[in-house]
Structure formats: C-alpha cells, structure tokens
C-alpha cells in the first residue's frame, strides 16, 4: 500500500472517518456523541450527505453551524428511532468481537468493581461507535454487561447494523463471513501490530489493509476554519 502524505493530523483523520460513517445515508437524523464524531457529522452534512438531519440533543433540528432549521418533538424522534432511521455514532467503555457493546458497569453486574453511566442499548437502528483511546481495557473478549447489540446476538432485529467503529488507531467493521470484527482501514502512522497489540481478542486482518481516506483540501479547511476553529478535536485524541 502506498503511504499517503502526512498533511493532516491523527485528530483529522478520525473526524473524516466518523463523517464517512453517514456516507450515503440519506435523510436519516444524525445522533453522534462527542467532540469528533459530532464535528464527523456536521462535516458529512456540509460535504457529501446535505439530507442529513441534525439535532441539537433536545427538540430542535440545526444546521451544521449549530442555527435552528426545524423543531423535533420527541414522538417524531422515537419514529426515525424506531423506524431505523436514526444512526447513532456512540462511545463504548467495552466493545467485543461481535459488536455487543458495554457502558453500564465493569465486573459482575450484582457487585461490579465499577459502576458507569447505565443502559442505553442500541438494536433497531444503525449505530457506529467512536474509540478515542484504543485499548485491550475497551476492546475485549466478552463484555461484562451487553448494552448495545452486536451480530451474535441480533437475529430478528430488522432495522440492526453496526456501521463501523472508529478508534484512534484506525477504522474497523464487520465484513467477514461471521460478522466479526475486521481491520478496514489503518491511520496514517499506525502499524498492524499496534493495532492488534492494543486489542483483546483476534482481529481479521485483510491481506493489504488500506488507509483511512485523507480529507481533501476542502474538508480541512471546513475542520479547521469553520467546524472547529479552536482545535478543540486535537484535546481528543492524543497524537
């Protein structure tokens, strides 16, 4: 594979492979959480999905610089939700192999050894989630509690799809025959063997892993002058 030039930084890349999470989605509402899958979206909207639908978390659709365009009771939310027309891009404080993902607690659910933010389960609609420090404590073998539905575990869920998992070393999604995890594309600098040292159980490694697209000309200058301005996204993740 050939090495892409190093003009944008790790922060970057990861916002561009959050926006690609809504590549082709249409008009479906947008629900990412946290600082670089939200500026993900708005990217996305600006750029190459204009239909997306956006919300400011309570009644109100926006635009991508935050200006009210519409109003969204909450009986509408619930329809995109459970018409599988809303994709969530999420954090996960566990993630498995087959996508079941945990936010609730560490340990025995009856005693655990640490008590998180609760239940909020993902199934009929898609969802991505964003990982901005990869590591075996996040990407494990089996996870303690099951909070979001991942394939082994999804059968009869019409409207369930786990579009992809962005984390800081990389992006990943399930295209193999058993809808486990696979290593889709690498960020500029990272390593196969930092990927899989940093993850606890066994990824399916393409035989010629690509990189994560760069951002065009026209996508950082959007990162950098009007999305975020700040550099806030360089806080997020530490390279």
Known sequence: MTR????????????IACAEAWRGAGEVLASPMGLIPSLGARLARLTFAPDLLLTDGEAMLVGPDGGVEGWLPYRQHLTLVTGGRRHVMMGASQLDRYGNQNISCVGDWARPSRQLLGVRGTL????????????????????????????????????????????????????????????????????????????????????????TREPTAAE????????????????????
């Not at 990943?172 to 196969?192: E, I, K, N, W």
């Open 4 to 15: 892409p030039q190093h003009r944008a930084s790790r922060s970057e890349y990861c916002v």
């Open 124 to 211: 009929n609609h898609p969802t991505s989630y964003w990982i901005p420090r990869h590591s075996r404590r996040v990407f494990v073998e089996k996870v303690d509690m099951v909070c979001g539905v991942g394939y082994d575990r999804a059968a009869g869920a019409r409207h369930h799809r786990i579009a992809r998992v962005v984390s800081d070393l990389g992006v990943f999604d399930f295209a193999t025959p058993d809808q486990s995890m696979r290593l889709a594309s690498l960020h500029p600098g990272v390593t196969v063997g930092q990927v899989e040292e940093a993850t606890g159980f066994a990824l399916t490694v393409p035989d010629d892993v690509p990189y």
């Open 220 to 239: 950082l200058r959007l990162i950098r002058d009007v999305l975020d301005p700040e550099g806030t996204r360089a806080r997020e993740v530490e390279h």
